[in-house]
Each structure stands twice: as C-alpha cells, then as structure tokens.
T-cell receptor
C-alpha cells in the first residue's frame, strides 16, 4: 500500500458545485495531516491543516478519520480560481519532519 | 521575508555534467527539505536537514546525488554526473520545527532538463 494515496482525477465540475477529495495513508503513527494546493507550474502551498475534530476554513472543510486512516477535503460553492491540484500530506510516523505528499488530485472548475 | 529562494529557476545541461541547485531557506526555519517532482512519481522527498544536520537521506536516489547545508541560510543539491532521468522540478522547502508548525514553505523550484 502506498504511504499516501489519492484519486488522481481529474475532477471536472461546474462553478458552484460541491466537490470532495479523499486520501488514505498507511502509517498509523502519523500525527500531522495537511492539504496543500499546487497551481500549474507553481510550488505547493499550504491550504489547511487537518485536525482530529475536523476543521473548516470558509468554503473548505477538512476531516480526519484516524481509525480508517482517511482524510477528506470538501470544497463548497467551487470557484474558477479553485482549479488546481490538491495534495494530501502526512508526516511520516516517527519522523516528524518528514512530510509525505500524495500525488495529488486535479480539479478543474468550469464556467 | 522573501520566502524560500532557489536558483537557478531553469537549468538545461548535457548528460554527464555536474549540476548544482541552490536554496536559501526562510530565516529562522530549522528544517530544510529537498523534493523532486515528476509526472510519474509526484513529489518525492530526497533529503531533509534539521539545524543544518542531515536527518533522513533515504530518498536520495543514488550516489550521484549529494546535498549539503553548510549554514542555516544556504543549502545545495548536487548531481554528478547528471542523467536524462534526473530531469524534474526540484523544490526546496523550509519549516519551523514540529512543536510550532510543520507547514512547509516551498521555493519556486528549479526545472532541470538533462539532454
């Protein structure tokens, strides 16, 4: 099983749609979880951290299920500017500085 | 702060040549990471440093790759000799330690093409 696994997409959705991305991780010792966003030919940037209780930032909601080793990202009322690749990131258990990136899920929001 | 600064932004070199990529992390950050990104493999961690000391280099593909961090404000990734399969975007990132934040701030990357 890959350390961090994501559906590569692409997800093609109309403006205003709600879209959900899923991610699974293999190391039960992992303690830090993030979603990063990467625009085409740009560097990854932090979108949001993921907390056990779930957290929301505007139109974005992240959830963590430790028992199932599963992370999700929900985007409501999607905008054209949300078009990007979304990377699920997990720290390597036992090595806090070592962040493992999923290959990303590509989102394309159409007018 | 100007963020993480990488140079060069683009590098085209011939197979067999030595390539040196450079990175200046954000001042005060104690972790520095080197990642490589390709379409096939995504973002892969090559090596990371904590307080200038290499902690985990298990991602370095082979002996042709080496990385140094002589001080807190500078790191290099060297490939010698380079091969076409080394073509990728190489990112440097830095962060504060785990107990404060593990958000990693990335540089703009070096796009390496080995012909």
């Amino acid at each position: 099983r890959k350390e961090v696994e994501q559906d590569p997409g692409p997800f093609n959705v109309p403006e205003g749609a709600t879209v959900a991305f899923n991610c699974t991780y293999s190391n039960s010792a992992s303690q830090s979880f993030f979603w990063y966003r990467q625009d085409c030919r740009k560097e990854p940037k932090l979108l949001m951290s993921v907390y056990s209780s779930g957290n929301e930032d505007g139109r974005f909601t992240a959830q963590l299920n430790r028992a199932s080793q599963y992370i999700s990202l929900l985007i409501r009322d999607s905008k054209l500017s949300d078009s990007a690749t979304y990377l699920c990131v997990v720290n390597k258990g036992g090595s806090q500085g070592n962040l493992i990136f999923g290959k990303g899920t590509k989102l394309s929001v159409k007018p | 702060d100007a963020g993480v600064i990488q140079s060069p932004r683009h590098e085209v070199t011939e197979m067999g040549q030595e390539v040196t990529l450079r990175c200046k992390p954000i001042s005060g950050h104690d972790y520095l990471f080197w990642y490589r990104q390709t379409m096939m493999r995504g973002l892969e961690l090559l090596i990371y440093f904590n307080n200038n000391v290499p902690i985990d280099d298990s991602g370095m593909p082979e002996d042709r790759f080496s990385a140094k961090m002589p001080n807190a404000s500078f790191s290099t990734l060297k490939i010698q000799p380079s091969e076409p399969r080394d073509s990728a975007v190489y990112f440097c990132a830095s962060s504060l330690g785990f107990w404060r934040s593990t958000e990693a701030f990335f540089g703009q990357g070096t796009r390496l093409t080995v012909v």
